[in-house]
Structure formats: C-alpha cells, structure tokens
C-alpha cells in the first residue's frame, strides 16, 4: 500500500497550533466530546450586538490530552520513511519545518502536523499554516521533495523534536467537578489582558467582559437584564 490517509477533523474552536494539531486528530470523532467540554470552556457575551469570547483550554497540549497516546522520537534517521511507517501504525506525526520550501517567500520555521503520505503521487498531506491563503491554518498537500528541503534545512534547529500521537479509542467522561474548578481558577486568575493584548483587537471590550462575566456569571445560557453569557 502507497497511500495511507489518516482522518483529520476541523478544530470546533480557534487557538494556537500546538492546541489544534491534537484536537483535530480526534474532533471527529463523537466519543471524544465529553473530555472536549470538560476540559475547554468558551465564555461569550453579547452586549448591544459585540460579541466577545474568551477561550481557553485547560493542560498542556502535548502529554495533557487525556484521548491521546504519545510517542516521540530525537533521532530521526529518514524522516520520509517515519512518516510512512508511524502513518501505518496510526500514529499522526508532529515536527517543525522551514516554511520556505513549502508555501512561504521567507524563512519561517514552525511547527507541522502530518496525517498521510502517497509515495506514489510523491505527496504528503499536512495541517499547517498555508500562505498561499492569507497565512490562514488550513490542510494541503506539499511534494515530498519540498517536505523534505523543509525539514532537513541546516537551520531547522526543531528537527530533532518528531512527536507522534493517535486516539486511544475510550470513550470519556464528562467530568463535571474538574470543569467547575477549572471555572472557579479561571475566574479568580491573574490579570492577563496585557498578555493577550496583541491576539484581540477591542481590548476594550475584553477588560468590560472579563469584569462582568467575573460578577454575573451564569452557566445555562439564559439572559439576565441586558446582557447574554453562553457557554459552549
């Protein structure tokens, strides 16, 4: 067999890479959701038709993703093989590149998440930033070649850090308890707006929300006075 294609879903929510590569490795699948809204809360309110969310995901993304099993390895001898061998077993692939080969005009080292290869087409299907699209996170295809002029540049200094993970097929519980508490910390937690300043455009609108979703937090979604809180 030439073609392995693992499925890969489409993160319900907007984040950072390192949380969207595992999350969309098992987003597709329903068994997974209850971990999903255990662990990731996403608070909006909308007043006079603004809507500002505040997102978050509680663990680290590498290790703390309770649905996944993971593997890594620091000696990579033929990272084309690797990856037909790991994407066999199930195993997605993780590992950094220089985006210069691939889709971008400059050197740009990040990271990269694999989930299938055709040797014979000489093509590799990849989740990661795309430039030719406004440097939007999309999945597409990148030669062989190009994959690997990207990750055995000199100056991919990341080469060496190749992380695998793949589903491990239990179903989850909702653990009601551990979101509580993760509620009541992000509730009671340090003042970060300066932190997130450079990822939000109405920062002040976000400082409003913060104050008023700390004071009046409801969790079932109805209106109360003016304002709507959801939470999804």
């Known amino acids: 067999m030439s073609k392995v ?3 890969l879903g489409i993160p319900p929510i907007i984040t950072y890479t390192n949380y969207a590569y595992p999350i969309s490795s098992f987003c597709y699948d329903k068994k997974y959701n209850n971990w999903f809204y255990s662990n990731y809360v996403n608070l909006t309110m909308i007043e006079a038709y603004d809507d ?9 993304s590498f290790g703390g993703v ?16 690797e ?6 077993d199930g195993w997605y692939i993780y590992t950094y590149v220089n985006y210069k080969y691939i889709n971008c005009n400059y050197d740009f080292y990040h990271n990269i998440l694999i989930h299938g290869i055709d040797l014979e087409e000489k093509v590799i ?7 030719n699209k406004f440097n939007q996170y999309q999945q597409f295809t990148v030669s062989i070649e190009d994959f690997s002029l990207a990750y055995y540049d000199e100056n991919n ?8 993970w793949k589903p491990r097929g239990e179903k989850e519980e909702f653990l ?18 300066s932190e997130i300043s450079r990822y939000y455009y109405n920062i002040d609108k976000m400082t409003t929300a913060l104050g008023k979703l700390m004071d009046r937090l409801i969790i079932d979604g109805h209106t109360k006075n003016e304002y709507l809180y959801g939470l999804n």
């Open 157 to 164: 200094k990341n080469k060496s850090r190749v992380i695998f």
């Open 5 to 7: 294609i693992l499925q």
């Open 52 to 60: 500002v969310k505040l997102n978050f995901l509680s663990g680290d």
């Open 125 to 131: 299907y990849v989740a990661g930033y795309n430039y």
């Open 176 to 193: 009601y308890d551990d979101f509580k508490l993760q509620l009541t910390d992000y509730l009671n937690s340090k003042f970060t707006i």
């Open 66 to 81: 309770k649905p996944l099993q993971y593997r890594q390895n620091t000696n990579v001898a033929d990272i084309i093989k």
């Open 83 to 88: 990856i037909y061998d790991k994407l066999s």
